[in-house]
């Protein structure tokens, strides 16, 4: 079971948007640590998508943000696109366990 | 342009020990603040960090894996080895090497990873 809480799977049409959510706690998120956010696309590696809560690396289209309050954490895609269908996963620090943790990801599907 | 590789054995016997190399470019792992880390994925489930080394040879290991893991540099070599004893088929999974800037925090480079399978 994850320390970071995601659903496990959402769903959205094309051009619609659609936000997955990361839970924590007062031991991650919650102490402030950032969050950040990885796509992964079918058979290939993560990739950085978010980081740092809110900052988008070179190249990842502005559809695509991150927002932290309390301790929760969200990824939000505008403008849904059939190439965004993947895996997304949210990842952060934990002081009690004082390592580097993921969620459980979330299956992403554009009908 | 930062890469990163991972190779070694693609099966190995439950009770072995794996020993994965990660040959790396773009970047020295002599330059403050940078880390690499090794990140597994088991099939269908999500990453879990492994250990990160950092430019100044500190080591951070997994809570629940630290006693089975150990994680060195050659910094001549551009090269980080994770050695892994004792393995078991649920240690089966996709194994990452990562890189991680300067006194930050994401994990922004990976490498395409090798699955390791644990079967006798």
New interface residues.
């Given amino acids: 079971q994850?320390v970071l809480t995601q659903p496990s799977s959402v769903s959205g049409a094309p051009g619609q948007r659609v936000t997955i959510s990361c839970a924590g706690s007062s031991s991650n998120i919650g102490a402030h640590?950032?969050v950040?956010w990885?796509q992964q696309l079918p058979g290939t590696?993560?990739?950085?998508l978010i980081?740092?809560d809110t900052k988008r690396?070179s190249g990842v289209p502005d559809r695509f943000s991150g927002s932290k309050s309390g301790t929760s954490a969200s990824l939000a895609i505008t403008g849904l696109q059939a190439e965004d269908e993947a895996n997304y996963?949210c990842?952060s620090?934990d002081r009690s366990?004082?390592?580097?943790?993921?969620?459980?990801?979330t299956k992403l599907t554009v009908l | 342009q930062i890469t990163l590789k991972e190779s070694g054995p693609t099966l190995v016997k439950p009770t072995q020990t794996l020993t994965l190399t990660c040959t790396f470019s773009g970047f020295s792992l002599s330059t403050s603040g940078v880390s690499v880390?090794w990140v597994r994925?088991p099939p269908g489930?999500?990453?879990?960090?492994l250990a990160?080394i950092y430019w100044d040879d500190d080591r951070?290991y997994?809570?629940s894996l630290k006693s089975r893991l150990t994680i060195t540099k050659d910094t001549s070599k551009n090269q980080v080895v994770l050695r892994m004893t004792n393995m078991d088929p649920v240690d089966t999974a996709t194994y990452?090497c990562v890189h991680r800037p300067p006194h930050?925090?994401?994990?922004?480079?990976?490498?395409?990873?090798t699955l390791v399978t644990v079967s006798s």
Avoid at chain 2, 104 to 113: I, L, R, S, T, V
């Fill in positions: 994850s640590y950032d950040h990885y590696a993560p990739k950085l980081y740092d690396p996963y990842q620090y366990l004082n390592y580097w943790v993921f969620g459980g990801g | 880390a994925q489930k999500a990453p879990e960090c990160v951070r997994g809570p990452y930050a925090d994401p994990f922004d480079y990976w490498g395409q990873g």
